[in-house]
């Protein structure tokens, strides 16, 4: 099947500060979604973006398809963005490992 | 937007009895369903997809018997954990497609069962 890694898997960062997770994805997708899990398990969508680039505030993702990856970008952040970030594929939604972001006050 | 709902939240039960999680699609009929679960600090595994009138499907290594799953109707997919044990307790979510444009998946807001 598909293979989803993600990396970083951790990441530390000052409020404020800007950063770009990302996504590698083994096969061409027709589905890719990033979402935030919060600290009581809620996945929150992000964006659903198999291709191109979005943007919404302080979020934005672009997937390159034809080198099978995606980026999610976060500036200015805030610590309410803490929590673990994690990209999936497919209609089944094939999970990556994740990135668990601590955004420090 | 699309929502799922998943219930119980949360719940606690005692070893060798069976518990039942419902995931709903509230404003959209949805004939597919799928369940995860999540162990502490891991990703989300795919349990099952649940297909309405029909058998789920089952990844492998899921015992089918252990983890029975009826999709009975097109906004109605329930995973019964039968005869639970402790290393049974974990975090399950379901999601569901609206089928609409863009064909996003929405999930449920989990269930977390401890079994004791």
């Not at chain 2, 004939?31 to 297909?51: D, E, G, H, I, V």
């Not at chain 2, 018997?65 to 329930?78: P, R, V």
Request: hydrophobic fraction near 35%; aromatic fraction near 10%.
């Amino acid at each position: 099947g598909i293979q989803v890694e993600q990396s970083p898997p951790d990441l530390i960062l000052q409020e404020g500060a800007n950063s770009t997770l990302r996504c590698n994805f083994s096969d061409s997708v027709n589905n890719l979604q990033w979402f935030h899990q919060n600290p009581w398990g809620q996945l929150i969508n992000l964006f659903y973006i198999p291709s191109g680039t979005k943007q919404n505030g302080r979020l934005s993702a672009t997937t390159v398809a034809t080198e099978r990856y995606s980026l999610l970008y976060i500036s200015s952040s805030q610590t309410t963005d803490s929590g673990v970030y994690f990209c999936a594929v497919e209609h089944d939604m094939r999970f990556g490992a994740g990135t668990r972001l601590t955004v420090k006050p | 937007g699309a929502v799922v709902s998943q219930h119980p939240s949360w719940v606690i039960c005692k070893s060798g009895t069976s518990v039942k999680i419902e995931c709903r699609s509230l404003d959209f009929q949805a004939t597919t369903m799928f369940w995860y679960r999540q162990f502490p600090k891991q990703s989300l595994m795919l349990m099952a997809t649940s297909n309405e009138g029909s058998k789920a499907t089952y990844e492998q290594g899921v015992e089918k018997d252990k983890f029975l799953i009826n999709h009975a109707s097109l906004t109605l997919s329930t995973l019964t954990v039968t005869s639970a044990h402790p290393e049974d307790s974990s975090f399950y979510i379901c999601s569901a497609s609206d089928g609409g444009a863009g064909n996003t998946i929405y999930f449920g807001e989990g269930s977390w069962l401890t079994v004791v």
